[in-house]
């Protein structure tokens, strides 16, 4: 297994353990990251941001692996995002109140890694498939 693999690997674990301090140890003090609906930040403050946002809103979420792929310092990480809408999703500009629906969103991370660190993390999803899920929207015919 490659170093960036495992590196990957860990900040799932991390993440799916909702430890918050672990979450931000994998990542540079001075990583970027981006995400759908113009989140996106350089820092701990921006990583933190995004981290509280999605385990806030959904505090029973986990992320199932699919697959990883992983050349020299970039990993790509095929995968599901699971939880229950129990509080605010507070996107900046455009919170979402609660609405209690469970969620199963695929998505894809592309992360670059130095130093067994992440310094870049770009995160890919269909936003109109969260928000038919989350009743929001209704679902194509």
């Not at 672990?22 to 989140?39: K, N, Q, R, V």
């Not at 939880?83 to 969620?103: C, E, F, M, N, S």
Request: hydrophobic share 45%; aromatic share 10%; proline share 6%.
């Amino acid at each position: 297994m490659s170093e960036t693999r495992d590196l990957v690997t860990h900040y799932i674990d991390v993440w799916n353990d909702h430890d918050k301090t672990g979450w931000g140890d994998a990542f540079s003090t001075d990583a970027e990251m981006a995400a759908p609906g113009g989140l996106a930040g350089i820092g701990s403050e921006a990583i933190g941001m995004f981290y509280d946002l999605w385990q806030d809103a959904f505090p029973d979420n986990q992320v199932r692996i699919m697959d990883i792929v992983a050349d020299g310092s970039t990993g790509v990480l095929q995968a599901v995002f699971e939880g229950t809408h129990t509080a605010t999703l507070d996107v900046p500009g455009q919170p979402i109140p609660v609405t209690g629906k469970r969620v199963s969103i695929p998505f894809v991370n592309v992360v670059r890694l130095a130093d067994d660190k992440i310094t870049a993390f770009r995160l890919y999803f269909d936003r109109a498939e969260l928000m038919e899920q989350l009743g929001l929207v209704p679902a194509p015919a």
